[in-house]
């Protein structure tokens, strides 16, 4: 293990090398090593650098405007935060359950989501490491580089993600930010024009989701020594699975392995997640550090994500995806697969899984017609858990009388991988560049290394941040229009 | 025979926004693989590119909430010859501005102290994080903004169209439908 990495001795006398922006990843965040004379890295965190205020001034405000205010804290996975706060939010108007209707039609969009935030993932924004190699030209290491040497690859990562986008127009009203769900349903059927359109494509995404799914095996066998070596290390893995035990990305149950595979915590409610998990705060990042409580800080912190949950779920229910799922079980001989770079592996099953949900959802009448809202009685508190395409997303809510927000405590996805992601980093730090000469290149590999959990840092960060010194902001015109002293 | 037209350099930054804004600029879809005929990216969240060069267009998202914020807008305007707010965030703040009437001090103990469900707590104080603003900035507060595209976030096709029309040289003009603020 590389905890001993998380904070060196003598920080003063060591040398500084700042990853800043980490780039090709959503959200602000910023790498730190401190090296020491003989070049050796003796610190290495990823710092979370920007801060919101939504838990806090959504407190407050009416309920129902909450599924539509809080897409805006990712516009990556915006169907995520407002699904899992409609979820949430169907307690306190009594709708549990929401109507079958309403249930089919979340699920479209959600897996809608997961499609094209899984495609935008892998191919805009990780492919050209794998495709060109870590230390690529930099100016070559992107979505351009990629659609001027694999035109075709491009084109289908771009429709693949459009097709997703347009499932999410379709239930939401809008490709992002929309307002599909309410607190006890929905508000609008799927039209048939719509539901023809994308029916029409559906089988044609299915077969490009199963092509993904090939390039990245063969990547993996081409380079079997990178693929299931780098940046690897040894953790729990967390997310809902459904009652029965298969992938749900929608709704179910929270279940917990341990590195070695065994489930150490199973059908946990979603209502009780307080019960099993916590969090730490520490000084140098505004994201925290969530662990299973029975297990402490030390180990009781977990993977989320693909990767977890491909592992985590005893089988996918769509035939395509679960010969996959077997193929990657394999691959791991009998042994957890904790390799980063399997993320995308498993983020590509995911990826065709939702393609599958997504065209059989388009032949249920049940989302073209029958009842959208559900009522019930009143209550003041609700959970909503969804597995988000980066993992586990919580939202909490206790509602007033006068319906407002009295309390909303959120944990993202990203979060949840705060420690994993760290822990990524350092093992690099230490394999690849402990006593080189640092290039470019190199520091990519850090880089590499957190792109594989698709870390959304901007949504992690809705906590307020602390202005320890003195700022002075001047206008366009040279005036001072703000100044802020904290000590 | 006429020399191939030198490429518009573009850069892209999201300050305090949340993708969204870069989000509806992938949302052209298809229109990508004409775009890059006709641009090349500078500093983008989707190039590795750290530092903003000298460049012809400039796309900021959100608004200012931090000294670095402050500091990236300020090197896109020196950088950029055409600066251009994109969304609700980088036009008066948006959604992030919300926090504009509360104490900060207060929230950092809400959320990081006094809060259930927390084991070890204490505010996050480090130099590696940025100094916040007590209030978040539109970005025209703090440098020139020649064009604002309105809407939270404004369409693939609304930015699309303002695009193509700049890089043509025609002065951009957007349809009644495509103007929106939602
Ligand atoms: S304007 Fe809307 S979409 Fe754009 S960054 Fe702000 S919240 Fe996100």
Redesign the pocket.
């Known amino acids: 293990m590389t905890a001993e990495l998380e904070t060196a001795e003598g920080r003063e006398k060591l040398r500084k090398v700042a990853i800043d922006p980490v780039s090709r990843v959503e959200g602000h965040g910023r790498v730190t090593l401190l090296i020491d004379d003989d070049d050796q890295v003796r610190e290495a965190r990823l710092h979370i650098v920007e801060f919101r205020g939504f838990e806090v001034f959504i407190q407050g405000r009416p309920y129902w405007e909450v599924p539509v205010m809080v897409?805006?804290l990712c516009?990556i996975c915006p169907v995520s935060h407002h699904l899992a706060a409609s979820k949430a939010l169907d307690r306190v108007v009594g709708a549990v359950p929401p109507s079958h209707t309403a249930t089919q039609l979340r699920r479209l969009m959600h897996y809608g989501q997961i499609l094209q935030s899984h495609a935008l993932h892998f191919f805009h924004l990780s492919s050209p490491d794998m495709l060109f190699g870590f230390e690529a030209e930099v100016g070559k290491r992107n979505i351009v580089g990629v659609a001027e040497a694999y035109p075709d690859v491009a084109r289908q990562g771009v429709l693949l993600r459009k097709f997703g986008q347009e499932v999410i127009r379709a239930t939401a009203g809008k490709r992002?930010?929309g307002t599909g769900a309410v607190p006890g349903g929905m508000n609008r059927h799927l039209s048939m024009v719509d539901r023809d359109a994308l029916r029409a494509d559906a089988d044609q995404m299915v077969a490009w989701s199963q092509a993904a799914v090939e390039l990245v095996k063969r990547l993996h066998r081409a380079d079997p020594d990178l693929y299931d070596v780098f940046g690897v290390f040894r953790s729990g893995l967390a997310s809902l699975v459904r009652c029965d035990g298969a992938m749900d990305l929608y709704d179910g149950v929270l279940r917990f392995r341990d590195g070695d595979g065994r489930i150490i915590r199973d059908q946990v409610p979603d209502q009780d997640y307080h019960q099993v998990l916590q969090e730490d705060v520490k000084s140098w990042s505004y994201m925290k550090f969530p662990y299973l409580i029975e297990r402490g800080p030390e180990l009781g912190w977990y993977k989320v994500g693909p990767l977890a949950r491909v592992q985590n779920c005893d089988f996918i229910p769509s035939p395509l995806a679960e010969a996959e799922r077997r193929e990657f079980i394999d691959h791991g001989k009998g042994d957890v697969v904790h390799a980063p770079l399997a993320y995308h592996w498993a983020r590509m099953i995911e990826m065709l899984h939702a393609a599958e949900v997504i065209r059989d959802l388009l032949d249920d009448p049940a989302c073209t017609g029958g009842e959208l809202m559900a009522q019930g009685s009143r209550g003041h508190e609700g959970v909503g858990i969804i597995e988000a395409p980066r993992g586990t997303l919580i939202h909490h809510y206790q509602v007033g009388d006068d319906d407002l927000v009295t309390m909303c405590n959120l944990i993202v996805s990203t979060t949840h991988n705060n420690q994993a992601m760290n822990t990524a980093v350092r093992e690099v730090a230490k394999r690849y560049l402990s006593g080189r000469k640092l290039t470019e290149g190199l520091l990519n590999h850090i880089e590499v290394a957190i792109r594989a959990f698709d870390p959304c840092l901007s949504c992690a960060t809705h906590a307020l941040g602390q202005m320890p010194l003195v700022v002075e902001l001047t206008g366009a015109d040279g005036e001072v229009i703000d100044r802020v002293v904290r000590d | 025979m006429n020399a191939p037209r030198p490429k518009v350099r573009i850069a892209t930054t999201?300050l305090a926004?949340?993708?969204?804004?870069?989000?509806?600029f992938l949302d052209i879809d298809e229109h990508l693989f004409e775009l890059v005929e006709l641009v090349e990216f500078d500093r983008s969240p989707l190039t590795d590119i750290k530092h903003c060069g000298p460049c012809d267009i400039g796309l900021i998202?959100?608004?200012v909430c931090n000294a670095e914020n402050v500091h990236v807008l300020r090197e896109f305007r020196r950088n950029c010859k055409t600066l251009i707010a994109?969304?609700?965030?980088?036009?008066n703040g948006?959604?992030?501005a919300q926090r504009n009437h509360l104490d900060l001090e207060a929230c950092l103990r809400e959320v990081y102290v006094s809060r259930d469900g927390l084991g070890e707590g204490g505010v996050p104080n480090d130099p590696e994080l940025p100094l916040l603003l007590d209030k978040v900035r539109p970005i025209h507060e703090l440098v020139r903004i020649d064009y604002f595209i309105p809407?939270?976030?404004?369409s693939g096709e609304a930015i699309w169209k303002f695009l193509t029309d700049l890089i043509a040289g025609r002065t951009p003009r957007l349809s009644y439908p495509m103007m929106h603020f939602d």
């Open positions: 897409q805006r516009g992002i930010h | 999201s926004g949340c993708f969204g804004c870069h989000m509806s998202e959100g608004g994109v969304g609700a965030c980088a036009i948006g959604l992030p809407g939270c976030p404004p």
